[in-house]
Nanobody
Framework: QVQLVESGGGLVQAGGSLRLSCAAS?????????MDWFRQAPGKEREFVAS???????YYADSVKGRFTISRDNAKNTVYLQMNSLTPEDTAVYYC??????????????WGQGTQVTVFS
C-alpha cells in the first residue's frame, strides 16, 4: 500500500504564498515514483497542477506556470508545491498523487486526502 499525506494548506490573501508538502510512505511505495499535484475547486472537476519525475523533470499546467514550483526530496519521500502570487482562482482542495511516469494529467493510482487552500481578495 501507499499512503500520501498532504499538509500546508490554509487561508492566504491574494498575492501571498503557501508551501504544500506531501509525505509518501507504505510498503509498496517506490522513491522512483512520479509525484503530482492536482486540485479541485468547488463545483469544478479535478485538474492537473504539476508533476515531477524522480529525476526532478517537471511539468506544469499553463495556469500555474511561473507562479508554482514543484520539487521533491527523495531521501524524505516528500514532494512540495511552492505557490506564489496566489489569486482567488487558486482556491481549491489540493491533492497529492503518485504514479509510474511523470507527465501532464496522467491517470494516478495513489491519492492523498487533500488539503484546502483558500485565497481571499
Amino acid at each position: 500500500q501507499v499512503q500520501l499525506v498532504e499538509s500546508g494548506g490554509g487561508l492566504v490573501q491574494a498575492g501571498g504564498s503557501l508551501r504544500l508538502s506531501c509525505a509518501a510512505s507504505g510498503r509498496t511505495f517506490r522513491s522512483t515514483y512520479a509525484m503530482d499535484w492536482f486540485r479541485q475547486a468547488p463545483g469544478k472537476e479535478r485538474e492537473f497542477v504539476a508533476s515531477i519525475s524522480w529525476r526532478s523533470t517537471t511539468y506544469y499546467a499553463d495556469s500555474v506556470k511561473g507562479r508554482f514550483t514543484i520539487s521533491r526530496d527523495n531521501a524524505k519521500n516528500t514532494v512540495y508545491l511552492q505557490m506564489n502570487s496566489l489569486t482567488p482562482e487558486d482556491t481549491a482542495v489540493y491533492y497529492c498523487a503518485a504514479g509510474i511516469v511523470a507527465g501532464i494529467g496522467l491517470p494516478r493510482e495513489y491519492w492523498g486526502q487533500g488539503t484546502q487552500v483558500t485565497v481571499f481578495s
